[in-house]
């Protein structure tokens, strides 16, 4: 809770910024990383398309080597062609590993593209559920003083039992509950064993009103009654956003190995952490944006061919390390926003299941519209399967 806290603070920029009509959006987000992936993928194309050029020249000259030296009868042309095939060779080697040093150079280039995006794209997603409208009504929705009917019936159920606590065991113990805070919502939970004391306490008021006592009775079976139907309302909800953890604690998993993944390759490349921040995260200017990260894209093309040549015989292994750690962060993403669009359904299923209770229905009903704006907020942000998509196929191959 401490982490989310935190991690709310450091990112109320964002929200608002997009207040504000800036360009914070997740879309203006997606558009500056797309911008930039497309410069890495035409340069790359660039220079593909001109090796490929040249390994068609070269084995061209190939063939032509290979006719001469079968058809000539001068031993020492014959030896000067096979000289000049070898060369011909070793110039196509040099072709296909400068291809090899394209892929990786485009490859590592796109990976830290993606990770560093995912800096302002994993944060609103942690803030997603804490900042909308629809989950505030939905705990309002599940609070039984919020409803018509209930406050002054509970008060007179309160009285009752201060005033026969002492001669009841289970009214004693509800009592003690309901004095510690004097509210129903903290003191008493609407579910589990504690909530059977609260039914058997309203349950043993009501027969105590006379019959002559009409409208005191009619208000404590109103009281009673939404009650009753908040506490399944709220046991429901509870099933559901029990899930909540679930995606709340593969977010922080996700969000500590991405921490890890980002500074390895920030200290890779002789950059900190908070510059990045400076002039990437916290930069609401997607111009700027673009431009921090065309100067990182070509930092990180200089590290591929520094460890090229400080490295010749495995500096393709580190740097495949990198690869797979940022897909993988990708991939992980993707599959937690996918749950989390999966998740968000069920809430339909719990609204209609309560629409038409007579007692809580007007209310249930009033969070379909909240329900479908979080929904369609989370469209226009969020494209789990495209963004998987995406991410299977981010690395050129050789």
């Known amino acids: ?146 409803y018509d009917g209930f406050r002054s019936g509970f008060d007179k159920f309160k009285t009752y039992i201060d005033e026969t606590k002492e001669d ?71 099933m559901v956003e029990n899930e909540w953890d679930e995606i709340t604690e593969a977010l922080q998993e996700m969000q500590l190995q991405y921490d890890s993944v980002l500074n390895r390759n920030l200290n890779m490349l002789g950059i900190t952490r908070p510059e990045m921040t400076n002039l990437f995260t916290n930069q609401s200017d997607a111009d700027r944006r673009y431009l921090y990260l065309t100067a990182l894209r070509e930092k990180a093309a200089n590290y591929v061919l520094a460890t090229q040549k400080s490295r010749p015989k495995d500096w393709k292994e580190n740097i495949y390390y990198q690869l797979m750690d940022v897909q993988s962060l990708k991939l992980k993403y993707g599959d937690i926003t996918y749950h989390i669009k999966h998740h968000i359904g069920k809430y339909s299923v719990l609204i209609n299941k309560y629409k038409t209770n007579k007692e809580i229905g007007d209310r249930v009903g009033k969070l379909d519209q909240k329900l479908n704006q979080l929904k369609a907020t989370f469209d226009d942000a969020f494209e789990p399967i495209q963004y998987v998509h995406a991410a299977t196929r981010m690395y050129k191959v050789l």
Request: proline content about 2%; aromatic content about 6%; overall charge neutral.
């Open 1 to 146: 809770m401490k982490l989310l806290t935190i991690l709310a603070l450091s990112l109320l920029y964002a929200f608002t910024a997009h207040a504000l009509g800036e360009d914070s959006a997740a879309t203006a987000e997606k558009t500056v990383r797309e911008k930039i992936l497309d410069d890495i993928h035409r340069n790359f194309d660039t220079k593909n398309r001109a090796l490929d050029s040249t390994m068609v020249k070269l084995d061209s000259k190939v063939t032509r080597l290979d006719s001469i030296i079968k058809l000539t009868g001068s031993p020492k042309e014959r030896i000067d062609r096979v000289a000049e095939r070898v060369e011909v060779l070793e110039e196509k080697q040099k072709a296909r590993e400068q291809n090899e040093l394209n892929v990786y150079e485009a490859n590592y280039q796109a990976a830290i593209i993606n990770m560093v995006s995912m800096d302002r794209e994993i944060k609103p997603l942690i803030l997603f559920r804490s900042t909308k409208d629809f989950f505030n009504a939905l705990t309002e929705t599940g609070n039984p003083t919020t």
């Open 168 to 238: 009841n065991p289970t009214l004693n113990t509800l009592a003690s509950i309901v004095n510690a805070t004097g509210n129903i919502t903290f003191g008493i939970p609407l579910v589990g064993a504690y909530s059977q004391l609260l039914f058997s306490g309203m349950s043993d008021y009501i027969k105590s009103i006379g019959h002559k006592r009409r409208d005191l009775k009619v208000e404590a079976d109103k009281m009673f009654a939404i009650t009753v139907s908040v506490s399944q309302f709220v046991t429901d909800k509870g």
